[in-house]
C-alpha cells in the first residue's frame, strides 16, 4: 500500500465550477500535511498547509482527519489558472525533520 | 530573494557515464534535500542535509549516488556509473531549521536526467 494515495484524475471541470480532491494516508504518525501545486514541468509549490481545524485560504479550504487518516482540498470557483497536478503530501516524521512524502498527484484542467 | 537553483536544467548520458548535478539552496537556509521522480512514480525523497551534515540518506537508491555539502552552502548529486533507471527529475528543496516539521520546503525546478 502507498503512504499517500489520491485519485490520478483527470478532473475535468469548467470554469467556475466546485472540485473537491481526496487523499488518504498510511502512517498514523504523520505530523504535518501539505497541498502542493505543480505546473507541467515546472517544480511543486506550496499551495497551503493542513491544520486538524481546517483551514481556508481564498477560494482553496483543505481539511484533515487525523481519525481516518484522510485529507481533502476544495477549490470553489475554479478558474482556468488552476489547472495543474495537486500533490497531497506528508511529512513521515514529527520534530524538525522534513522528508516529504509525495502522492502521486490528481490532475485538474479547468475548461472554458 | 532568489529561489532555489539547480544546474545543469537538462542532462543526457550514456549508461556507464558519471553526472552531477548541483543545487544552490536559498540563503540562510540550513536544510537542504533532494528528491527524484521517476517516470509514472510520486517525487520521492532521496537525503536531508543540515548545513554540511546527512541527517537522513535513507532514500538513497544505492552507493552510485554519492550526495555532498561542504561548506553547508551548495550541495552535489554525483551518480556514477548511470544506469538507464536513474532516469527522472532530481528535485532539490531547502528550507529553513525550526518549525517542527512544518517548515515550508521551497523545490527548485529540478535537473531532467536522461540516461540512454
Known amino acids: 500500500r502507498k503512504e499517500v494515495e489520491q485519485d490520478p484524475g483527470p478532473f475535468n471541470v469548467p470554469e467556475g465550477a466546485t472540485v473537491a480532491f481526496n487523499c488518504t494516508y498510511s502512517?498514523?504518525?504523520?505530523?504535518?500535511f501539505f497541498w502542493y501545486r505543480q505546473d507541467c514541468r515546472k517544480e511543486p509549490k506550496l499551495l497551503m498547509s493542513?491544520?486538524?481545524s481546517g483551514n481556508e485560504d481564498g477560494r482553496f479550504t483543505a481539511q484533515l482527519n487525523r481519525a481516518s487518516q484522510y485529507i481533502s482540498l476544495l477549490i470553489r470557483d475554479s478558474k482556468l489558472s488552476d489547472s495543474a497536478t495537486y500533490l497531497c503530501?506528508?511529512?513521515?516524521?514529527?520534530?524538525?525533520?522534513?522528508?516529504?512524502?509525495f502522492g502521486k498527484g490528481t490532475k485538474l484542467s479547468v475548461k472554458p | 530573494e532568489a529561489g532555489v537553483t539547480q544546474f545543469p536544467s537538462h542532462s543526457v548520458i550514456e549508461k556507464g557515464q558519471t553526472v552531477t548535478l548541483r543545487c544552490d539552496p536559498i540563503?540562510?537556509?540550513?536544510?537542504l534535500y533532494w528528491y527524484r521522480r521517476v517516470m509514472g512514480k510520486e517525487i520521492k525523497f532521496l537525503l536531508h542535509?543540515?548545513?554540511?551534515?546527512?541527517?537522513?540518506e535513507s532514500g538513497m537508491p544505492n552507493n552510485r549516488f554519492l550526495a555532498e555539502r561542504t561548506g553547508g552552502t551548495y550541495s552535489t548529486l554525483k551518480v556514477q556509473p548511470a544506469e538507464l533507471e536513474d532516469s527522472g527529475v532530481y528535485f532539490c528543496?531547502?528550507?529553513?531549521?525550526?518549525?517542527?516539521?512544518?517548515?515550508?520546503?521551497?523545490f527548485g525546478p529540478g535537473t531532467r536526467l536522461l540516461v540512454l
Open positions: 540563503s540562510g537556509h540550513d536544510n
Open positions: 528543496a531547502s528550507s529553513q531549521v525550526g518549525g517542527g516539521g512544518k517548515e515550508t520546503q521551497y
Open positions: 542535509f543540515v548545513k554540511e551534515s546527512k541527517q537522513d
Open positions: 493542513v491544520y486538524s
Open positions: 503530501v506528508v511529512n513521515r516524521h514529527g520534530g524538525s525533520q522534513g522528508n516529504l512524502i
Open positions: 502512517n498514523s504518525a504523520s505530523q504535518s
